[in-house]
């Protein structure tokens, strides 16, 4: 498990669960030795910002996403590209936040997520932290160090009540690892036991991950639809991937 990213990646293929070890394993280093550096700063920006502001509100439903804050990748970071007035921060997630660890360094990698007001008071601030190392060139170890060394110095808040996301997107591109994320909702806790919801259980349709070094528990929940209202066929979501803020190793 990864330090310091929060892993949003609640939407992992059962596929690769299905491979052998030592061919999830064969595929992890292809996809490591493919983005083993990072590459030129602008591959990582989105040149059309309106259509950033558009894929970042596809991660919830209108009626939200259409009063969300919506943030928007620089090259030192991320700024605000629209006001909101409901609370809610929409963005478009890259490599470093939201892959798993071997593609940490993929400009191809696009993750709508739209966080509530809780969750941009306390999670979105470690992510967007994250960004910042990532863009000024730290590696993954970097990252994790960095952002290790922050939440020992309590530099990071702990997750407030109440924190959750949307991730519920069928557009973007969560990496060579994992290509395609399920439509699911997030939820933040502070060293929460993942058996207070059940999670991780056959036939519970929650699973959780618990990170004790970043005091964090993540709560994943299949939705029936996608943001726009149709279908998610893809059946339930399952956590998987690489590192966030902290980065997450699903199982």
Known sequence: MSLTKFRAIAASSFALLLLPASARQAMAQDVATRYSSMAPIAQYLMADQAAEIALARSAAPEPISRRAEILVLGRHGYTTAVRGSNGFVCIVGRGWSYAADPDFWNPKVRVPICVN????????????????????????????????AALARKQLAPMAPGAMAYMMSRQGYGGDV??????????FFSDADPAMWGANLPGA????????????????????????????????????GGTAAPRHEHP
Request: aromatic residues 6%; charged residues 20%; glycine residues 4%.
């Open 178 to 187: 994992v290509p395609h994320l399920r439509s699911h909702l997030m939820f």
């Open 117 to 148: 007001a809780p969750a941009a008071r306390t999670y979105l601030v470690r992510i967007r932290k994250i960004a910042d190392l990532a863009l000024a060139g730290r590696s993954l170890d970097q990252v994790n160090a960095a952002m290790a």
């Open 205 to 240: 349709p929650v699973s959780a991950v618990a990170d004790p070094v970043e005091h964090v528990t993540e709560f994943f929940i299949a939705t029936p639809r996608w943001s726009d209202g149709t279908e998610n066929r893809s059946g339930p979501a399952a956590p998987s």
